[in-house]
Nanobody, 122 residues
Framework: QVQLVESGGGLVQTGGSLRLSCAAS????????MGWFRQAPGKEREFVAA????????YYQDSVKGRFTISRDTAKITVYLQMNSLNAEDTAVYYC???????????????WGQGTQVTVSS
């Protein structure tokens, strides 16, 4: 069964950093666009960042540009989200997802992980 498993979430103070990881269960994901989404309490799930299967193209939500960096390893079945300068507005459950084509819209993603909680405290 295809799986995406996130890790790396936790509690961090304002201004701190976290690195999220997403491990795919199959090498077929090396040909997928991988994305990160987040959902805060009472809000819709929103796009955060994505990276093409080649790793050449990256996409970011405006509010995280310059603070978050998405990357994938050479085997292309693990994706990372380095998050710096975190603030309270970044508090959410973060989800990893996979899409067959370049995508920034939730409906374009086929596979989803279970999510990992990120909490930023002041």
């Amino acid at each position: 069964q295809v799986q995406l498993v996130e890790s790396g979430g936790g509690l961090v103070q304002t201004g701190g950093s976290l690195r999220l990881s997403c491990a795919a269960s199959e090498r077929t994901f090396s040909r997928y666009t991988m994305g990160w989404f987040r959902q805060a309490p009472g809000k819709e799930r929103e796009f955060v960042a994505a990276i093409s299967w080649s790793g050449i193209s990256t996409y970011y939500q405006d509010s995280v540009k310059g603070r978050f960096t998405i990357s994938r390893d050479t085997a292309k079945i693990t994706v990372y989200l380095q998050m710096n300068s975190l603030n309270a507005e970044d508090t959410a459950v973060y989800y990893c997802a996979a899409a067959r084509n370049a995508a920034t819209i939730r409906s374009q993603y086929t596979y989803w992980g279970q999510g990992t909680q990120v909490t930023v405290s002041s």
